[in-house]
């Protein structure tokens, strides 16, 4: 079966600092894609960032970047320069290869940023 | 607007009663999922939708829960006798394909007294 783990409930930073959100996974799948998703308070799903299984590069996309670690089965969300906007809910979600195209979510972890 | 709509944004209702969600994904977007996320957790796939056809429904889905997608544009998630255990967030989502991201509507509110 496919599962995320994302093991900080909170995590407070302080603006311009960077920080990292952790996110490992299980899965039998050779193939798979890794995502991360943002929640603000008013509870949209903005989408960030795509990892897929055979990418060589590391993910980025502005301030984000995934740290992809194959071997180890993670796939941690680097936040540059945080901002007081980033401060939200980050679910860290897979999508695996076999019949069905759900993504499978993580529980989530509150970012909250301060000045 | 371009985006992932869902109507209506809130539904209080009371439990026994038949409610009603619809969703209205990106127009090109050929895939259509439908999430449930209660408090403190990530959403959880409840179904979805190629066109028109229900490719594929979650254990969760119970047989008071229906989903349609006529003519394959838009879609309605209906629950029949509601129960305080189905309040959450029932969220939308829409993608081009198989493997892009999928694009998330701003959610139902569903509370059940």
């Known amino acids: 079966a496919q599962k995320i783990t994302q093991t900080q409930p909170g995590m407070f930073v302080q603006e311009k600092e960077a920080v990292t959100l952790d996110c490992t996974y299980d899965?039998?799948?050779?193939?798979?894609?890794l995502f991360w998703y943002k929640q603000p308070s008013s509870g949209e799903m903005i989408f960030l960032i795509y990892?897929?299984?055979?990418?060589?590069q590391n993910a980025t996309e502005g301030r984000y970047s995934l740290n992809f670690q194959k071997a180890r089965k993670s796939a941690n969300l680097v936040i540059s320069a945080s901002q007081l906007g980033d401060s939200a809910m980050y679910f860290c979600?897979?999508?695996?290869?076999?019949?069905?195209?759900?993504?499978?979510f993580g529980k989530g972890t509150t970012l909250s940023v301060s000045s | 607007d371009t985006g992932v709509s869902q109507d209506p944004r809130h539904k209080i209702t009371k439990r026994g009663q038949n409610v009603t969600f619809r969703c209205d994904p990106i127009?090109?977007?050929?895939?259509l999922y439908w999430y449930r996320q209660t408090l403190g957790q990530g959403p959880e796939f409840l179904t979805y939708?190629?066109?028109?056809?229900?490719?594929?429904k979650s254990r969760l889905l119970s047989d008071r829960f229906s989903a349609e997608r006529p003519k394959g544009s838009f879609s309605t998630l209906e629950i029949q006798r509601t129960e305080q255990g189905d309040s959450a967030m029932y969220l939308c989502?829409?993608?081009?394909?198989?493997?892009?991201?999928?694009?998330f509507g701003p959610g139902t509110r569903l509370t059940v007294l």
């Open positions: 127009s090109e977007h050929n895939r």
């Open positions: 899965t039998s799948d050779p193939s798979y894609g």
């Open positions: 939708f190629q066109n028109e056809a229900q490719l594929e």
């Open positions: 989502a829409s993608s081009q394909g198989i493997g892009n991201e999928q694009f």
């Open positions: 990892q897929g299984s055979y990418d060589q």
């Open positions: 979600a897979m999508r695996g290869n076999q019949a069905g195209t759900a993504l499978i």
